[in-house]
């Protein structure tokens, strides 16, 4: 069974906190992507990576930066929170580029910017 | 630029009646789209994809390319299909982007 684990599910933090958002599959994806969740806005794409040390910006960049050491973790960071990063932060992977293959989500991670 | 509209935020019908849930998408290439379902305190998960033209806990959707739509149906809803709904088109790099989403609350 396909896990995909956000390690934080709820985090508090401040404005201008470099704010860490860690992410694990366990099926030698090789595509994983993060995403944030808005009430009203759906799901937005802000970066993916299909290769370890690879990355590409997704819809919403701004403000975030990822990294990608290894094949099996993604990590996406916020140099520095602000209020409106406040949301529910949606890690995703995949392997390879078929059409065939399912996305496979974690549960999530709330994030709350004070 | 790939986009996927539902127009519906919430829809709302008690247990036994038909559900559409609408998607449109505007996307230039060989669309795939697919439909997510998030239950309460569950992961989003795949519900269904347009190339497996299969039914998923009876509901089916068909892409029709004329109209460049994917809505989602089932002819007998039940409460247990209270959930948050998704529609998706698949964008190159297994890159999804998504609908606003369609909240469906399923009446006793």
């Known amino acids: 069974d396909v896990k995909v684990t956000q390690s934080s599910r709820y985090l508090v933090k401040r404005t201008g906190e470099k704010v860490f958002l860690e992410c694990v599959q366990d099926m030698d994806h090789e595509n994983m992507f993060w995403y944030r969740q808005d009430p009203g806005l759906g799901l937005r794409l802000i970066y993916f990576s299909y290769d370890v040390k690879m990355k590409e910006k997704g819809d919403i960049p701004e403000g975030y930066s990822v990294s990608r050491e290894k094949k099996e973790r993604f990590s996406l960071i916020l140099e520095s929170a602000s209020t409106n990063q406040t949301s529910m932060y949606l890690c995703?992977?995949?392997?390879?580029?078929?059409?065939?293959?399912?996305?496979?989500f974690g549960e999530g991670s709330w994030l709350t910017v004070v | 630029a790939q986009r996927v509209t539902q127009p519906e935020k919430l829809l709302s019908v008690f247990k036994g009646a038909p559900v559409e849930l609408k998607c449109n998408y505007s996307y230039s290439g060989s669309p795939e789209l697919f439909w997510y379902v998030q239950y309460s305190r569950q992961r989003l998960q795949l519900l269904l994809r347009h190339i497996s033209r299969e039914s998923i806990k009876g509901f089916t959707a068909d892409l029709n390319k004329g109209e460049t739509s994917f809505h989602l149906k089932k002819p007998f809803a039940q409460e247990e299909d209270s959930a948050m709904y998704y529609c998706?088109?698949?964008?190159?790099?297994?890159?999804?982007?998504f609908g606003t989403g369609t909240r469906l609350l399923v009446s006793p």
């Open positions: 998706a088109l698949g964008a190159g790099f297994q890159k999804l982007v």
């Open positions: 995703a992977s995949t392997s390879g580029l078929s059409s065939g293959n399912t996305i496979y």
